[in-house]
């Protein structure tokens, strides 16, 4: 992508959202379960999950729901999947070059996290307020995705870590340049404000009380927290856990660094407000 704007960044974050139908089951093989997580069953990294068929298809999709399987429910790739299977492995599956399971496997876990940096760093590009440090993303953007391409042998041996640490910090200031806006908007709070640290642990915790506009939310533990009919403009969900958070008539439109997995792990129904690259999970209509 050489040319990077608010409006082409839409377009970009397509390439970030999963596409089972281009991908070799890699995420139900590749990844190690945990039955207490809602996984099916514990599961080791490198083995095929048994309800994964052999055209690479989940043959419960349709029940995980019933099923109570959480962990798949709420699972996302950004794309690495079918980004491994068609690009990097040019459409070789493992099943019939059983010698390039391993390395397949390995090259899909440093992939999903290289599709992650630049799923947030394209939000990131596409906010307005972030418009000093658009030249920064933009660069950083395509040093992300030029790795995503390198020679197998090279990608391996890649320090994600390094990385990770250039990307964290540019999204700190994006965050910092968003949050800021919003302090200054803001009228006078009905409600009181909170400054939370990173990882907060918010598990089960009644925020509804809280003004959460522009809190920095990265890493918090929200698990079971009540958000319900809050509103998020401005908070930063980066890392944040929400396994079970009631967001039933929260405002997240505005919110920044939310991904669909945090959305498809919460509870949510139709006064839900949500940004406009995240769909709405067709299982909210339903008690999970």
Request: with cysteine.
């Amino acid at each position: 992508m050489l040319k990077k704007d608010i409006d082409s960044s839409f377009l970009y974050r397509n390439n970030l959202r999963s596409d089972c139908e281009h991908c070799f089951g890699l995420c139900c093989v590749a990844l190690y379960f945990a039955a207490s997580e809602g996984f099916p069953k514990n599961k080791d990294a490198g083995e095929p999950c048994p309800n994964l068929n052999q055209e690479f298809r989940c043959c419960v999709h349709n029940s995980l729901l019933e099923d109570r399987l959480k962990g798949c429910i709420a699972f996302e790739c950004f794309g690495a999947g079918q980004k491994v299977a068609q690009v990097s492995f040019a459409g070789q599956d493992w099943q019939k070059v059983p010698s390039s399971s391993k390395q397949m496997f390995e090259v899909f876990l440093i992939m999903r996290q290289l599709h992650e940096l630049l799923w947030y760093l394209t939000e990131a590009l596409s906010l307005k307020q972030t418009s000093p440090i658009h030249s920064d993303l933009s660069l950083m953007i395509d040093e992300i995705e030029r790795l995503t391409y390198l020679r197998l042998d090279f990608l391996m041996e890649l320090d994600v870590a390094e990385h990770r640490a250039k990307v964290n910090t540019l999204l700190i200031r994006a965050s910092e340049l968003v949050r800021n806006q919003v302090f200054q908007e803001r009228k006078s709070p009905q409600r009181r404000r909170k400054t939370f640290s990173r990882g907060a642990d918010l598990i089960g915790a009644d925020l509804r009380s809280i003004d959460l506009r522009g809190a920095n939310l990265r890493g918090a533990y929200l698990i079971a927290a009540d958000l319900g009919g809050t509103d998020l403009n401005g908070t930063d969900f980066i890392g944040a856990d929400f396994r079970d958070a009631d967001i039933r008539g929260a405002d997240l439109s505005k919110s920044i660094f939310l991904t669909q997995a945090q959305i498809n792990a919460a509870k949510g129904d139709i006064s839900t407000k949500l940004p406009p690259f995240i769909a709405r999970p067709r299982h909210w209509s339903l008690s999970i």
